[in-house]
T-cell receptor, first 113, second 115 residues
């Protein structure tokens, strides 16, 4: 069964600290893995797209890693800011399109002063 | 280049009324997806449309729900005879092409409340 599991479900960190979010998947065949940020009351915004051949990709203070062998990805946030408070969702669409893809609830991150 | 537009942002309907949700994709995008998000849950795929065609509606309830994406104008998600369980946030996304390698861009959503 194709699944995506994220951990932790929720996380509270102090402003300025780093954190790492995890995503394990069993979707096969694999095409790409995406990390989204969803602010409360807003639509998801794409942070990174990881393909099979990519191990690490950075987008500002966000760094995503991918281990295709173990089917694991992580999203590392450096020097967190209050505006990083949001849900972070890992999505692994099936080959063929976004149809039938369910976005999980992700990891709910709260950055406190 | 404006992003994906959705309107209204908030919609209140009484049980039994109709709800019409509109989505204008990004310029140059001819692929539109609708998702529903219940409180504290993830987005769930409802329907995928290209101009004038429904490609996949497997995630959409067969009764009371319909979607269209006409040649001209926005995509419309229509919910007839709404019930309280239809209360949710409805998100539209658009992409330039078909398939998982194309980026999806999401709109701000329409929050439907059924009283």
């Amino acid at each position: 069964k194709n699944q995506v599991e994220q951990s932790p479900q929720s996380l509270i960190i102090l402003e300025g600290k780093n954190c790492t979010l995890q995503c394990n998947y069993t979707v096969s065949p694999f095409s790409n893995l995406r990390w989204y940020k969803q602010d409360t009351g807003r639509g998801p915004v794409s942070l990174t797209i990881m393909t099979f051949s990519e191990n690490t990709k950075s987008n500002g203070r966000y760094t995503a890693t991918l281990d295709a062998d173990t089917k694991q990805s992580s999203l590392h946030i450096t020097a967190s800011q209050l505006s990083d408070s949001a849900s972070y969702i890992c999505v692994v669409p099936r080959v063929g399109g976004y149809q039938k893809v369910t976005f999980g609830t992700g990891t709910k991150l709260q950055v406190i002063p | 280049n404006a992003g994906v537009m959705q309107n209204p942002r908030h919609l209140v309907r009484r049980r039994g009324q109709e709800a019409r949700l509109r989505c204008s994709p990004m310029k140059g995008h001819s692929h539109v997806y609708w998702y529903r998000q219940l409180p504290e849950e993830g987005l769930k795929f409802m329907v995928y449309l290209q101009k004038e065609n429904i490609i996949d509606e497997s995630g959409m309830p067969k009764e009371r729900f319909s979607a269209e994406f006409p040649k001209e104008g926005p995509s419309i998600l229509r919910i007839q005879q709404v019930v309280r369980g239809d209360s949710a946030a409805y998100f539209c996304a658009s992409s330039e092409g078909q398939g998982e390698n194309y980026e999806q861009y999401f709109g701000p959503g329409t929050r439907l409340t059924v009283t």
